[in-house]
């Protein structure tokens, strides 16, 4: 897969994760679980960018004697899984046109 289409993808999970309810990275990687594998080396990078791109906040609380970071979609993050929902149609139309059984003989 080219990885900036993966890229892409992953930070669009990390944003559904959290859109119910802020969560923290263990969280994260535990809720993405069932669906598909990421490892803390991966959703760290994702969520700093997330967080410069303004799309999610952070905060900070201790929890068991450690500062534990928790993350909270914002309105900009809102924004962008609604638009990516509106594009993936787009992509599942293309690839259903390049997966298409073909109908007829090529002569």
Known sequence: MDVQLKRGLLEICVLSAI???ESYGYRIIKDMQ???KISESTLYPILKRLEEGKMLTVRSEEYNG????YYRITDLGRKRLDAFAQE?????SV????????SHEQN
């Open 19 to 21: 859109k119910y309810s």
């Open 34 to 36: 069932p669906y598909l």
């Open 66 to 69: 450690r500062l534990r970071k």
């Open 88 to 92: 993936w149609k787009e992509v599942m």
């Open 95 to 102: 690839y259903e046109f390049v997966t298409r059984e073909e």
